[in-house]
């Protein structure tokens, strides 16, 4: 349990020094936030306060599973605050300070802020853009030695699944988007993870031009001939989870004699996802410098990609760093950054083709841990 230590006693450093008090993080069912599994390891559906001095205050809805799974100094009930949050919050520091500055989060809702201010008299509450919530984001994008053997697991096990739908295409197993779905839920839970990381986007040939279909699946074919008997294309993106932390990739699927055009956007895409894994095997690059070598590789062919190259993974599964053209992405990729680089393109009567893999920033550049790939089948 000492990287929750670890990462509360980073926090608390930056808190001393922006004169914070205590920090409340919360988790409920309409205000999700990965921080209070990133900072305890307690999964879901609790509040957390931090004080500077790294005391710790968890109040799950779970006692039972806090008290099995979570770390830190003091758990107590959330009955005992009538399963209220103001109420929590108000009781906890109360018994601890005599006033001070107490930070939310900055997506904390207007609302409850004047809530907790009315009742939370002789304190400052903080609520602002650029503060705990985006340092605990910063916190995040850099995983620690933990993170990263947890994500080398995860990384090996995504290869496995991946194997596991090529071999679906190739023997016929897979023949609709469901088949799909379905094998990357109970593959991901049979190979040792949580489960899916999100919702699996698989998309055939008749709705591969969407960048995210809707619905994210259905009934309807995969990985076969379009439906007048042309080259199809169609698109499976997922990932899985393993304690808690995600990974996302994307496999096309060519199946049968490919148009012109289909011919040019596989071919592109594989080019470009070529050109992103070198530019980020540069030490120091930025996520926006990677994303601008995509980009020119498309406009020199007359194509443009209609979103960004990639983002990062973590206990979100879209999270720090990005990459995309664009100033706010123009910093270096650090060492035990992780993130995507997802090249794709789509065309309403053509289809789409996308690849996703997933890299580890290391001192000698990125590092993939995935392979997906495109699959050309007859």
């Known amino acids: 349990?000492?990287?929750?230590?670890?990462?509360?006693?980073?926090?608390?450093?930056?808190?001393?020094?922006?004169?914070?008090?205590?920090?409340?993080?919360?988790?409920?069912?309409?205000?999700?936030?990965q921080n209070l599994r990133y900072l305890t390891g307690m999964d879901s559906d609790a509040v957390l306060i931090i004080f500077a001095d790294s005391t710790s205050v968890l109040i799950p809805w779970d006692i039972i599973l806090a008290e099995k799974t979570a770390a830190a100094d003091r758990i107590i009930a959330y009955g005992e605050f009538n399963r209220n949050m103001v109420e929590a919050v108000k009781g906890v520091c109360a018994e601890k300070l005599r006033g001070g500055r107490i930070e939310l989060a900055s997506s904390t809702p207007h609302v409850l802020y004047n809530e907790l201010a009315a009742e939370m008299k002789g304190f400052e509450l903080v609520c602002r853009p650029e503060g705990m919530s985006t340092k605990l984001l910063d916190m995040r994008a850099v995983k620690d030695e933990t993170e990263i053997e947890i994500y080398s697991r995860a990384g090996a096990m995504t290869n496995k699944l991946i194997d596991a739908l090529e071999a679906g295409f190739r023997d016929?197993?897979?023949?609709?988007e469901i088949d799909a779905a379905m094998m990357v839920e109970t593959e991901s839970r049979r190979l040792g993870a949580e489960g899916s990381s999100f919702e699996t986007l698989a998309a055939g040939p008749s709705r591969s031009w969407g960048i995210h279909c809707i619905p994210f699946y259905g009934a309807g074919p995969i990985g076969c001939h379009a439906a007048d008997g042309s080259g199809g294309l169609s698109i499976i993106d997922c990932g899985l989870k393993l304690e808690g932390y995600a990974t996302d990739i994307t496999m096309s699927v060519c199946r049968g004699q490919l148009s012109e055009k289909q011919q040019q956007m596989v071919e592109l895409v594989a080019q470009a996802h070529a050109v992103g894994a070198k530019a980020a095997l540069k030490y120091g690059v930025s996520g926006a410098e990677i994303a601008?070598?995509?980009?020119?590789?498309?406009?020199?062919?007359?194509?443009?990609?209609?979103?960004?190259?990639?983002?990062?993974?973590?206990?979100?599964?879209h999270e720090a760093p990005g990459l995309k053209d664009h100033e706010l992405f123009d910093k270096p990729l650090l060492p035990g950054m992780y993130f995507t680089i997802e090249p794709g393109l789509y065309d309403v009567e053509a289809g789409g083709v996308?690849?996703?893999?997933?890299?580890?920033?290391?001192?000698?550049?990125?590092?993939?841990?995935?392979?997906?790939?495109?699959?050309?089948l007859p």
């Open 1 to 33: 349990m000492n990287v929750y230590k670890n990462r509360i006693n980073t926090l608390c450093s930056w808190m001393q020094a922006e004169n914070i008090d205590a920090v409340v993080i919360e988790d409920a069912e309409n205000r999700r936030s």
């Open 292 to 317: 601008r070598a995509v980009d020119k590789h498309f406009e020199a062919a007359g194509w443009t990609m209609p979103h960004g190259l990639g983002h990062g993974i973590g206990l979100d599964v």
């Open 354 to 376: 996308r690849l996703e893999n997933d890299y580890l920033m290391t001192d000698a550049g990125a590092k993939a841990i995935t392979s997906s790939r495109i699959l050309m």
């Open 172 to 176: 016929g197993t897979i023949k609709t």
